[in-house]
């Protein structure tokens, strides 16, 4: 009798693609996907097209391992390299997940945490911070949900993502002391995944880091293919993290445009996160309508309702030269 093929995970049946932003049309200004104002580094650009299409890439990151551990001021021996933060976050899942494990995840939240468990065969259960608290993180009540459920991974975005909300480190150190049978995604003795698409302006070469102790960021380490991050991705994102003047004057783009944001969104009478972040988030009520108005003046801006945020959405800071088009894109809306 010939046995029967076992075939994929039962599970993975179950592991749907996540929504994200940056599926506007074509000539649409893009606030819908969390990009660098400025874009990337032309040193960075210049840095990938040099970069050796022909020969294999260092097989552990190096280079961009030692830039990072530099600029965080930690050793190489708690990094860990990807391809972007949402393979660096299946990666982690992968560590400390298997089928009928769970994951705490701290919501409003975009849907690759839970798409990270699923694929491990885990549960997601989910702790909601609320508007009404301006989305604070409460250690005290996250540390006994995660008690109640028997979270093994704990995940958390710092700052929030779609809010924007910066939790303080404090907090997230308080959360991980209060649950010490948990490790969680964010703070100091724990894993922090940074994305460097994000911060680099780098969406299309998929660069990430993972800050986290050593025998975890050993284990991050092992579950990476050979050759996980392209030679044009290293190479960029070293340049990239090595540009400290873009690196500032991004910064500086990003609270100026935030600031204009979120005062023009005020104005309209909306609730706005206090962000501190390259978006903001507000609450308009209806979302779809408010996206389709948006999307009429030739900008995309994301819907949050599949983040856990129905009647809210969220605008990325634009380039500092579409500024004031899209503040002006905001009054009209009010008055439609």
């Keep these: 009798m010939t046995a029967r093929r076992r075939g994929p995970h039962p599970w993975l049946d179950g592991v749907a693609r996540v929504g994200?932003?940056?599926?506007?049309?074509?000539?649409?200004?893009d606030l819908s996907a969390s990009l660098a104002p400025l874009g990337p580094s032309p040193a960075a650009l210049a840095a990938a097209r040099d970069s050796d299409p022909i020969r294999y890439p260092a097989a552990d990151a190096?280079?961009?391992?030692?830039?990072?551990?530099?600029?965080?001021?930690?050793?190489?021996?708690?990094?860990?390299?990807?391809?972007?933060a949402a393979?660096?976050?299946?990666?982690?899942?992968?560590?400390?997940?298997?089928?009928?494990?769970?994951a705490l995840v701290v919501g409003p939240c975009f849907g690759e945490y839970r798409r990270a468990a699923a694929a491990c065969g885990a549960r997601t259960v989910r702790w909601e911070a609320c508007a009404g608290d301006g989305f604070a993180l409460d250690p005290a009540a996250v540390a006994a949900a995660a008690r109640r459920t028997g979270a093994a991974l704990g995940i958390l975005a710092r700052p929030q993502n779609p809010t924007g909300v910066l939790t303080p480190?404090?907090?997230?150190?308080?959360?991980?002391?209060?649950?010490?049978?948990?490790t969680w995604t964010a703070g100091t003795e724990v894993v922090t995944v940074r994305s460097l698409t994000k911060e680099l302006g780098l969406a299309g070469l998929r660069v990430g880091i993972a800050d986290a102790p050593p025998p975890v960021a050993r284990a991050l380490r092992a579950l990476a293919p050979p050759w996980c991050v392209s030679?044009?991705?290293?190479?960029a994102a070293v340049a990239g993290?090595?540009?400290?003047a873009h690196r500032a004057s991004t910064l500086e783009a990003v609270r100026r445009g935030r600031a204009?944001?979120?005062?023009?969104?005020?104005?309209l009478g909306l609730e706005v996160a206090e962000a501190a972040a390259n978006y903001v988030c507000a609450e308009v009520r209806c979302a779809s309508r408010f996206t389709a108005l948006m999307a009429a003046q030739g900008i995309a801006v994301r819907d949050c309702a599949d983040l856990g945020l129905t009647g809210w959405v969220r605008l990325a800071v634009p380039p500092p030269a579409e500024l004031?088009?899209?503040?002006?894109?905001?009054?009209?809306?009010a008055y439609a």
């Design 231 to 235: 030679a044009p991705a290293i190479a």
């Design 62 to 84: 190096a280079p961009l391992v030692a830039a990072a551990a530099a600029l965080l001021g930690v050793g190489g021996e708690r990094l860990a390299p990807g391809a972007g």
């Design 241 to 244: 993290l090595a540009d400290g």
């Design 87 to 102: 393979e660096l976050l299946l990666r982690a899942a992968l560590a400390h997940l298997g089928p009928g494990d769970t």
């Design 20 to 29: 994200h932003g940056g599926a506007a049309a074509a000539g649409m200004l």
């Design 260 to 267: 204009a944001l979120t005062t023009a969104l005020r104005d």
């Design 169 to 182: 480190v404090e907090a997230v150190a308080e959360l991980a002391a209060a649950t010490p049978a948990v």
């Design 324 to 333: 004031g088009r899209v503040v002006e894109a905001l009054r009209r809306v």
